[in-house]
């Protein structure tokens, strides 16, 4: 079994930056895509940034040049740094991953972590 664990989010005021962590652990043969994901009260959860294990990222609209999304494959972790955060950044954050339990496996298959909260405060 594999466990996705988020930690770095927080209150933070209109500006500031926070630095999200998620690691994967357990059962883990290979991890291809890991990203970020959010979502706002009342609203449907939305791509933030993702990365392949080669290094390619993307990002969603609303946080290009203010996000950046960074990996340590050796610890099987993925980072969100958010620099010039503005309340609309509110919401839970949970991290997602594709993931090989065993070099048997014919799939990877999709994982996600129990979230963290990011406040931004005007």
């Known amino acids: 079994q594999v466990q996705l664990v988020e930690s770095g989010g927080g209150l933070v005021q209109a500006g500031g930056s926070l630095r999200l962590s998620c690691a994967a652990s357990g059962s883990i043969s290979s991890i291809n895509e890991m990203g970020w994901y959010r979502q706002a009260p009342g609203k449907q959860r939305e791509l933030v940034a993702g990365?392949?294990?080669?290094?390619?990222?993307n990002y969603g609209d609303s946080v290009k040049g203010r996000f950046t999304i960074s990996r340590d494959n050796a610890k099987n972790t993925v980072y969100l740094q958010m620099n010039n955060l503005k309340p609309e950044d509110t919401a839970v954050y949970y991290c997602?991953?594709?993931?090989?339990?065993?070099?048997?496996?014919?799939?990877?298959?999709?994982?996600w972590g129990q979230g963290t909260l990011v406040t931004v405060s005007s």
């Open positions: 990365t392949l294990s080669g290094g390619s990222t």
């Open positions: 997602k991953a594709w993931v090989k339990t065993s070099t048997y496996a014919s799939a990877y298959s999709e994982v």
